[in-house]
């Protein structure tokens, strides 16, 4: 394979689509209050308004396959392994 790198301009985070568009609202987003900040430790951090906040919805349905499939393969090397300690005895 191939270990040429892509070009910064080319190369895309891996994450989805949804949350990268709620990173970027966010950081569009001006400061609440008219734009001033309160000076001194008062400010904790910022407030997210409840509009900005998205639910990710992601697809799991593959996992229970694999599961299931692992538990399979375990089950049968358990099985080989019970029948093995009969002929090495």
């Known amino acids: 394979m191939s270990n040429k790198k892509k070009p910064k301009k080319l190369r895309t985070p891996n994450v989805p689509t949804q949350a990268a568009n ?3 609202a966010m ?3 001006p400061a609440r209050g008219g734009g001033q900040e309160p000076a001194g430790p008062a400010r904790q951090g910022r407030v997210v308004p409840a509009a900005a906040v998205a639910q990710a919805n992601f697809d799991y349905t593959y996992v229970k396959k694999d599961l299931s499939r692992i538990a399979v393969l375990a089950g ?3 099985v080989i392994l019970v029948v093995l300690s009969f002929f090495i005895k």
């Open 27 to 29: 950081a569009a987003a």
């Open 22 to 24: 709620v990173a970027a």
């Open 76 to 78: 049968s090397f358990i």
